[in-house]
Nanobody, 124 residues
């Protein structure tokens, strides 16, 4: 069974940076397209960034383009989200998710496996 464990969240001032990590076990990581999603209180879960299992193609939500960078290390079975120039509106629980397909999709229901989430809080 595939398991995902996120780490790296915390409290940071606006303009600061954080790096989230998601360690994957129990599956063939290189076959998985990985996504980072976030959910703020009272809001729906939204897709932030995706990295494909095929050639490392990426997708970013407009709200994070130019500030966030998703990457993966297949040797370490880990996906990362580097978050720079953080804003208070980035405050949310961040989840990583995986799907056993090279196709990047933003629909949460298309992802097979989810981590428990890590809290990111950006103070103004």
């Amino acid at each position: 069974q595939v398991q995902l464990v996120e780490s790296g969240g915390g409290l940071v001032q606006a303009g600061g940076s954080l790096r989230l990590s998601c360690a994957v076990s129990g599956g063939t990581f290189s076959r998985y397209t990985m996504g980072w999603f976030r959910q703020a209180p009272g809001k729906e879960r939204e897709c932030v960034a995706i990295i494909s299992s095929r050639f490392g193609g990426t997708y970013y939500a407009d709200s994070v383009k130019g500030r966030f960078t998703i990457s993966r290390d297949n040797a370490k079975n880990t996906v990362y989200l580097q978050m720079n120039s953080l804003k208070p509106e980035d405050t949310a629980v961040y989840h990583c998710a995986g799907r056993n397909s090279p196709v990047m999709v933003t629909n949460t229901r298309q992802y097979d496996t989810w981590g428990q989430g890590t809290q990111v809080t950006v103070s103004s």
